[in-house]
T-cell receptor
């Protein structure tokens, strides 16, 4: 079974630009979550999508948005990039059975975004 | 307030020895899940082990076991017979509640170095 895939793996942008990151979950997984990892703040939850609906959101400004398609693939968009947005963005998929062992999240390799 | 605390920024262990990585958590929920992930230098988060708050037995997965002490709110990871490939960052994470949401709260991580 193929794992979680994320594209692109590396990205360099300049301040003010916007970026779109893509995540394809494990086949059959309907929940996709996004996390930002920085040396200063660590791993922080961005949002979760399930059946094309955002059902949980972290404490990030509105410049960070996402969506999920009918095939469960998800995209994350960051507009008006700032230097502080440089980070590893990780996507995770889950069968979404919270409270049970089946609820573990499987992560992709991440997209490393550098904002210059 | 920190919800997940990993007090060991770095740990060293000799190959083939056992090592314990500490994790304490803070939640008022009765139902929650605790996870451990490994992150090698490549960046991908690898799921290791899960413990549900209602699980009476400590979770085990191969060389990994979770020492769950509910009253102390601790969920330490024990790696037996360390291998060189175990050198990585290790993150403890918690999912609160049973709302079907997959938001994980991560600790700051512990960097483990296995020496030959």
């Amino acid at each position: 079974k193929a794992g979680v895939t994320q594209t692109p793996r590396y990205l360099i942008k300049t301040r003010g630009q916007q970026v779109t990151l893509s995540c394809s979950p494990i086949s059959g997984h309907r929940s996709v979550s996004w996390y930002q990892q920085t040396p200063g703040q660590g791993l922080q939850f961005l949002f979760e999508y399930f059946s094309e609906t955002q059902r949980n959101k972290g404490n990030f400004p509105g410049r960070f948005s996402g969506r999920q398609f009918s095939n469960s693939r998800s995209e994350m968009n960051v507009s008006t990039l700032e230097l502080g947005d440089s980070a590893l963005y990780l996507c995770a998929s889950s069968l979404s059975l919270a409270g049970s062992k089946g609820g573990e999240q499987f992560f992709g390799p991440g997209t490393r975004l550098t904002v210059l | 307030a920190q919800k997940i605390t990993q007090t060991q920024p770095g740990m060293f262990v000799q190959e083939k020895e056992a090592v314990t990585l500490d994790c304490t958590y803070d939640t008022s929920d009765q139902s929650y899940g605790l996870f451990w992930y490994k992150q090698p230098s490549s960046g991908e988060m690898i799921f290791l082990i899960y413990q549900g708050s209602y699980d009476e037995q400590n979770a085990t997965e191969g060389r990994y076991s979770l020492n769950f002490q509910k009253a102390r709110k601790s969920a330490n990871l024990v790696i037996s017979a360390s291998q060189l490939g175990d050198s990585a960052m290790y993150f403890c994470a918690m999912r609160e509640g049973t709302g079907g949401y997959n938001k994980l709260i991560f600790g700051a991580g512990t960097r483990l170095a296995v020496h030959p």
